[in-house]
């Protein structure tokens, strides 16, 4: 297993007809990890807090959860609701922000102050809900649940880079045995140039789900007992560094470049329109149909070199969701 940890100290969905199902950043297990792991690290102000909020109705129509919530308290269930409620026409940018490859910290100003995208400015927006007394129940009530899934989302590689393609799902690959197919609408329908597997989806499920069978943990607890323990002196100096959305974004593009792009078997370049909004896969000159005929395979090597990065990214997220609302409720 290579070691690719990095020092500590340093997407848009679509309608629903169109937008593949992997699009949710680390899936069922790793959100509920994180949110497992930061819910050990809250003080008694910031488990009240997020207790009470909790409590609160949302108010939001569609708020079914794409996983399944029998085994968990209250604040673990609510890793998930943000993806089960993501309206494009509200929130759905609210997941990422489109840092293009090849590009600097320089750049998050611009972006967040032009795009609804901007997963940056959303947590801070949501933080000033909850210091503010004043804010109404079911804005609390949403404050709280988009802060415990924006903690973990910001920590997906894939979910802070673009190369003019989605943050990596218009890239089909073959993962172990299972080889790109043609993405279908609810009517049956071909969506263009959109194929499963693909670069973005794998992190967020495949790849999490794959480390947790190698690793022997059935459950999101047992994962975030795990990671708990052998990060034990990281979290500790983890836990004294200041909040800062944008050198988390940061951190996360870089590993996007070194390893979710850069461990890949077969090299692709810092596309030309790499800072492009690509809503669909068909844009950007056919980015999926391009990036298809590159015929990329990864399996077992690609990852045993993500592994490592996997878990400290997980246990980084939880710990900086318990440091957002312990700061929260200290205010």
Request: proline share 5%; charged share 25%.
């Amino acid at each position: 297993m290579k070691s690719r940890i990095r020092p500590l100290g340093l997407v848009l969905f679509v309608v629903s007809l169109c937008i593949p199902s992997s699009a949710f950043a680390w899936g069922c297990k790793g959100h509920q990890t994180v949110a497992l792991i930061g819910e050990k690290h809250l003080t008694p102000a910031a488990k009240k807090l997020a207790h009470d909020a909790l409590q609160l109705d949302p108010q939001r129509s569609n708020t079914g959860t794409p996983c399944g919530t029998q085994g968990l308290d209250e604040f673990a269930a609510a890793a998930t609701w943000a993806d089960g409620v993501r309206d494009p026409n509200v929130d759905a940018g609210w997941h990422f922000v489109d840092i293009p490859r090849g590009g600097g910290a320089d750049l998050i100003d611009g972006i967040c102050s032009k795009s609804a995208s901007c997963i940056i400015a959303a947590l801070k927006k949501q933080m000033d809900v909850l210091k503010n007394p004043a804010s109404v129940d079911k804005d609390r009530a949403a404050a709280i649940r988009y802060i415990i899934h924006f903690a973990c989302d910001i920590h997906q590689p894939l979910h802070c880079t673009t190369n003019g393609d989605r943050g990596g799902n218009c890239v089909p690959l073959t993962y172990f045995k299972k080889t790109p197919r043609i993405e279908k609408d609810r009517n049956k329908n071909p969506i263009p140039d959109t194929y499963a597997p693909e670069l973005h989806g794998i992190w967020d499920k495949e790849m999490v789900e794959g480390h947790m069978k190698a690793k022997g943990f059935a459950t999101a607890q047992a994962y975030a007992d795990w990671l708990d323990t052998n990060f034990a002196a990281e979290i500790s100096a983890l836990s004294t560094e200041p909040i800062s959305f944008e050198d988390w974004a940061m951190d996360s593009h870089q590993h996007a470049e070194d390893i979710a792009y850069g461990d890949l078997p077969k090299l692709i370049p810092v596309d030309q329109n790499a800072g492009v909004d690509v809503k669909k896969c068909s844009d950007n000159l056919r980015i999926g149909n391009r990036m298809l005929h590159k015929h990329i395979s990864v399996g077992q090597q690609y990852l045993d070199d993500a592994s490592d990065v996997i878990d400290e990214r997980l246990m980084m997220a939880g710990i900086r969701l318990a440091m957002i609302l312990n700061a929260i409720a200290a205010s």
